[in-house]
Structures are given as structure tokens and as C-alpha cells.
């Protein structure tokens, strides 16, 4: 048994406060299995007296998270506190500067600074780690940059963020709008404080830059992920998605291909017998694509104190071990500037839901501007009107080109029968 | 970029020649990963004349393989030969003897001797890999290993062969016996050469006893595997199966509690909709149950050139990394000798098939047979007569203890109405 590993952890909510509980509960096994007992030197917090179910008055209270750069008795700094840019950035660019590692669940801070972090890591010779930042209870990063490292991949999607999972599985599950599950979901205390990271996309696009660089090794763009969320998908959306043989998933996918790079966080329609159609609640799940082992697919809670704290767990015991290298798993110099895809170049078929008034006429105008754009329709349904005199058209196209889709839309949305904005939603046959 | 890492190759059927083909095909990729070329110094093979399809011509061929051992130019053996003892394990012993790491596709070998070949990888502080053993294509023991660490698991359990899992799927998906798909299954290619290995549940057990050793630090104990293939499933089976809302399935189970390890492989009946139902064809998946991460799910190719392949490379890039350590991710002196527990102690529902003649009174000794065993009846279902005037009746029974079924059908066995011999199959609501 060779000397502890000492740590300190900046943010005991949570995550924090899950980290430790693991330290303490498992601190024998953990050291039978990595040959070193990891210590918790100092922790940190906006709130010292806060009741948080454990103990840590073994452990220094430091009020200025900085000052963990410069202790000593630190070897790794664990950052718990969130957020792109601002303390947690400082701490991450003084910790790697002064030598310590750093072990972080950010995945905001990676997304927009993951390339220059892991050139600071790799500058000053010390581990960046972030397995907690994706998928919290599945190992995805290291499964990826590791386990399948033999492998050129071509593909990587899937469901990145528990929360709106979680509004879509209930939406379907109890048959209730969007609107009154957000609100459950609220109760629930499962959203971000700032919701739209959830709702918006931004959350699963963070995480989806991160995967892209880790199975491509392109530098992390987040600037290039298209994101769209879930606040317009309606109960309809999800009773006719049913009707038509699929789920609504809102899915992260990035592919790498000859034409360039492709990032985009949006909901799906997927075939309902595809493994990740069935991926429910606070669920995540990722698919891999790769040219020698196929296709695999990883599947675990998303979110949470348990599983995040597990991954981050893992990285400290990935140091402890010796186990280091460079970030994303290829040194900062091989990392590539992809060209980035555009979402209007997207070629696929389309569920479009319209909502409007019964009037004679609305059909040919709408089919008319459909037509313009050479939209080929597979399936339309209108299902008589709804109480209010209105009613739903719901078309199926067949593969076609995003721009002409988005053209049509734009020109269906000015007639004057049309009542919400029309709403495309991209379907995938994975 | 540091020397390149030499390697010899023991072994060039599918899994060596795929090897061979990734090391080919993505030389200057694995090298910008892990900062040196990985080469292939010499192979070995039973035919050299063989065509393989790939050019082999600058590598040293070698006609004895204990002479890899001996090589100076030779830091890693590649052993893909197979089988528990003769050469594969002599090879393993010589090369972790003279200080080269060893990394192997053999899951006989290590089912059989992990636990000496460790602590002999350990002593020449040596790696040894054999992460292509288990679920080609899912880096399964790293993910264990590694991505779990943090956590205490408690359950491992999974499809861990795929040749019969693919009869299973073509069973149902096709209609037809299981004799008549075996026949169709052997044109394919898709049996070991000893088919016993796949159809008796023996591949699956050498999986299941490394799946232990990893996930619970217990010493590899292949001999307390309780083994049952699926030969005796028939069509009739999966028919009623499907009818009460399962799905068969040959899982291995291996769990670890304060009674002591259990480790099985037999033919399941799991719900339809558990993710692990879905599993089809040659696929493999493995679920992991720990203490902060809930539960995590992992599901790929089996077999096969590419997944296999892809495996073995997996492990000589962490070589190649500096990534090494104990070969059960904890050091030989802290794995466990686990209690074992047996499989009579099993406690569960169990499904009853009996092909017995239509006569008075079969029911009446039938029941009493079960009674007799405190055994109890959730579902009784006999639905006429087949063509001949024999008759299948079918049980489905509450929490029953092992030792009491297997009583009572060794009791009904005896009876003269009873045609073949009883089947039990062991439901598991997963």
C-alpha cells in the first residue's frame, strides 16, 4: 500500500455529497482495489452549515474554492460546482496549472473548453477527467475511448438527458399534455435551475460534444450542435407517433463521415422495437457504431447522486491506479477540426403535424405547398375535427432534403387557416 | 512516439486473422491513440499454407509457439488457439514466466486457471488481458472493472453465448423444433467445434465464472457453475412462453450475498418486456446491478471475427497505454474463496411442461405428486389432445424451493402416464 491519494472536492451538492458517501462507505474496498487509500483532504461549499445527511467534519473547510490549487495535501481537485465558465473554470485552469489533477461532472465546462483544458492537462502532466459529465451511471467515455479503441467509429446517438425522457415517457404513459407533466416534473424537483438546459436541448448537447470528441477525436464544438427540445411536442404528437409504429425520443446523434462532422440534440421519431425506444423515465442510453465490433449499445441511469458520483468515483480510481492519458483519449495534437454538418443538410423522412381550421381549401393549399417544394408524401391522416372545429393533419414524407421541409413549413405556416406553428419532427430509422 | 510495441500472434483463425486485419488496417490510427506502433513480429498457426485472406508474409512464421517465450522481439503473446489446458496454457505460463504480457480470446483457459495465471502475471509483473473471453464486442470486464469500480455490485447476469441464442430466436421466429434448427444453425458454422460447449451451457459457464471473478474480486471457481444447454427446449415451450408473457431465454446468473456466491446457467423464462427479452439472434447483453449505480445494461456482437478481434486489440492498446494491472482488477492476494451456494437452494416460480397420455386419473397423481411437495399453482393450462392422444400440460408455480421441484417431478416421472421426461423451466422476473 503506497501513500494516500488526497483529494479535495469543490460542491457538495448532490454529486458532492454522493462522492462522499462512497469514499466513506467503500473506502477498504476501493483501497484493496487500487493499492492506495483515496483521502479527502479539504471540501468546499457556498453554504457551510447546510445539514447534508453526512459527516465531514474530518475534512478542512476552505471558503475560497481557488485556494485548492495551492494546498499541498491535494492531488487531485474535484470539481462538483457547475456551470461553463466562471469559478469552475478558474479552479479547473489553476488546479491543472499548479500540478493537480482534476476530476470533474461538468459537462457544460468540457463542451466549451474541453480542448483547452485537456492541452492544460496534458501541458503540466496530469490527469482531466470526466466520466461523470455523460450518462452518469454508464462508464460510456471509457467504454468508448478504451474498450473499443481498435475500432474507426462512425456513429454515436442516443438518449442524453433523463429529464425530458422522463416528461415524454409519462406524457405517453398517463396520457396528459406537455404542460401538466412539466409541471409534475417540476414538483419533482428532476429540472436543471435553469430549465431550458433540460427542455431546450442545451444539456444533451453539451454531453453529445463531449461523446462526439471522444469517439471521433475532433476537437469539442459545441458552437456546431444544432439543439432543439421538447416544448412543442403535444399528446397528439405522441398518440399518432404510436399509431404510426414509433416513439418520440429526444436523441443526441453525431457521425463523422467523408462530408464532415454532424452534431444534432433533437426529438425523434424511432421505430418502436429499436432498443432505445424503450429506454423510459430517468433513463440514458447510447449506441455505438463502429466498423469492427458492429454496434453496441449501453444502457443506465442518467442522472443522480448514486451514478454520478459513481463515474466520478471511477476517475479518481482511474488516477489512483496510474491509469492516465490524455483526456479524450488521444493527445490534444491529434485532435482533429471536423467541418461541421449543417441540420439543413439533413436527408430523411418527416412526421409533420398541422394544426387547422376546417375550412374547404386547406388541404390543396397546404398539399399545394408541399408540392412546390417536391415533399412526397408516404401517409396522411386527419381523423375528423376536434370539439373546437379544428383539427389535426398528419403527414409522413418520404426521404427528403431538411431545406425544402423547412420552405414548406414556412409557407403552410403563413395561411391564414393554419392555427399553431406547423411542427416537423425528424424520424430515424436506427 | 516511443519504440514500437512487438507482438507475437499465437493462433490465426477468425478472431487471429481479425486481430491482424485491425492491427493492418488501423496502424496510424492506433498509434496517434496510444503513442506507439503496435507490430507484429512473428505468428504461428497449425496450416501455413492456408489462404486467409490477408498478407502475412512479414511476419517470422513460427512452427513451435512455446518458442514466442523465448523472443526478445516479442513484449506481448496473442494466444487464440483455445481449449482449458495443453498448449494454450503452457504458452501462458511460459510467456508470463520470461516477463511477456499475455493476452488471450481463451475463456476455457481462464474459466479454468485465472486465478494462477494472475498471480503469475503479477510475480513477472506482467499484464495479462482477456477481455475477448467474454461478449466480444462489449467491453464488459473493463467497464466492470473499471467503470464500476467505485461501486459494490451484487448482480451480474446476462446472454452470454450466442450460437444459442440465435437457435432460441429461430425457434420462435420460425416455428420450427429445435432439432430441425440445430441442423440449420450447424450449416451456418455458428457451433464450437465440441458443440457441447454451446448447446450444454459450457461456453456460457467458462464466461460466467471470469463475469464473477470480475465483478465480485472472487477467485475464478468454474467447477461451482451449475451448467443446463437448452436441448431440451422444444417449440411447445416458447409457444407457451410467449402465451404467459415470457420469453426463454439461457442466462447466466452469478450473484454474491452474505450466504456465499451463486453462479448458473440454464434456460430462463423472463418477461417480455425486460430489456434483456429483446436480445435476439447472435447478440450478447450482460446487466450489472451495484450499489450507487442501480443498474447498468450492455448489449453487442457475441462472437465473431470484428467483435472478438476487436477485444483483443482493446487489450493491447491499454498495454500499449501503460494501462495495466491486476488481471481482476484487484491483486491476486485480495481475491475472495467465495462460499458457493447450490442451485438446489434456489427459490422462485418455476414453468412445468409435461407430455403425458390422456388417461383418468394423470391429473389426480400429477397434482398430488406436487402437493405432496408443498408445491404450489399459480397457472394450470392442458389444451386438447395433439394428433396422437397425447397431452401437454403446463404449470406455472408460485415461490417454490428447487429441491421440492425436483422432487416432485422426479415423483411424476415415475408415473407410467408420463411420456418424456418432465422440464422445468426457472422464471426470473428481472
Same mark, same amino acid.
Given at each position: ?164 425522457? *422522463? ?78 409504429? *414509433? ?50 449499445? *449501453? ?132
Amino acid at each position: 500500500m503506497t501513500n494516500p491519494l488526497k483529494i479535495a472536492i469543490a460542491g457538495l451538492g448532490t454529486v458532492g455529497v454522493g462522492v462522499i458517501k462512497i469514499l466513506q462507505e467503500h473506502r477498504n474496498m476501493i483501497a484493496a482495489r487500487t493499492g492506495r487509500v483515496i483521502e479527502i483532504t479539504a471540501v468546499s461549499a457556498s453554504n457551510r452549515s447546510r445539514d447534508r445527511g453526512i459527516d465531514i467534519s474530518g475534512y478542512d473547510w476552505v471558503d475560497n474554492v481557488l485556494d485548492f490549487a495551492n494546498r499541498d495535501d491535494v492531488e487531485i481537485v474535484v470539481e462538483l460546482i457547475g456551470g461553463s465558465d466562471g469559478v469552475a473554470r478558474e479552479l479547473a485552469q489553476k488546479s491543472l496549472a499548479s500540478g493537480k489533477s482534476f476530476v470533474t461532472a461538468n459537462k457544460a465546462l468540457i463542451a466549451h473548453h474541453g480542448a483547452e483544458l485537456a492541452q492544460n492537462a496534458q501541458d503540466n502532466d496530469v490527469a482531466l477527467g470526466f466520466e461523470g459529465a455523460v450518462a452518469g451511471g454508464i462508464p460510456i467515455l471509457k467504454s468508448i475511448g478504451e474498450g473499443l479503441a481498435a475500432n474507426k467509429l462512425t456513429k454515436v446517438y442516443g438518449i442524453l438527458n433523463g429529464t425530458t425522457n *422522463y416528461i415524454l415517457t409519462q406524457m405517453e404513459a398517463k396520457g396528459k399534455d406537455y404542460g401538466e407533466i412539466l409541471e409534475e416534473t417540476k414538483l419533482l424537483g428532476y429540472l436543471e435551475a435553469d430549465p431550458s438546459l433540460d427542455l431546450d436541448g442545451i444539456d444533451a448537447g453539451h454531453k453529445l460534444a463531449i461523446l462526439s470528441s471522444v469517439a471521433f477525436g475532433v476537437k469539442t464544438n459545441f458552437d456546431n450542435v444544432y439543439m432543439e427540445g421538447i416544448r412543442r411536442i403535444k399528446l397528439v404528437d405522441i398518440e399518432y407517433a404510436r399509431e404510426l409504429g *414509433y416513439r418520440i425520443k429526444l436523441l443526441g446523434i453525431s457521425s463523422l463521415s467523408e462530408a464532415g462532422l454532424e452534431q444534432r440534440v433533437h426529438p425523434c421519431m424511432v421505430p418502436k422495437t429499436a432498443p432505445i425506444a424503450i429506454v423510459d423515465d430517468g433513463f440514458n442510453a447510447i449506441v455505438v457504431d463502429g466498423d469492427y465490433i458492429d454496434r453496441t449499445f *449501453y444502457e443506465g441511469r442518467g442522472a443522480g447522486e448514486g451514478p454520478t458520483a459513481s463515474a466520478v468515483v471511477a476517475d479518481i480510481i482511474d488516477i489512483a491506479r496510474g491509469h492516465t492519458g490524455p483526456a479524450f483519449f488521444v493527445p490534444p495534437s491529434e485532435m482533429l477540426d471536423a467541418k461541421a454538418i449543417s441540420i439543413s443538410d439533413r436527408v430523411g423522412p418527416y412526421y409533420i403535424r398541422l394544426h387547422v381550421e376546417e375550412q374547404p381549401g386547406v388541404i390543396a393549399d397546404i398539399t399545394a405547398a408541399l408540392r412546390d417544394e417536391d415533399v412526397s408524401l408516404h401517409i396522411m391522416l386527419q381523423k375528423g375535427s376536434e370539439q373546437d372545429g379544428t383539427v389535426y393533419v398528419v403527414m409522413v414524407t418520404h426521404d427528403t432534403h431538411e431545406k425544402r421541409i423547412m420552405n414548406a413549413l414556412s409557407q403552410i405556416d403563413s395561411l391564414s387557416s393554419v392555427i399553431d406553428k406547423p411542427l416537423a419532427i425528424r424520424i430515424e430509422n436506427l
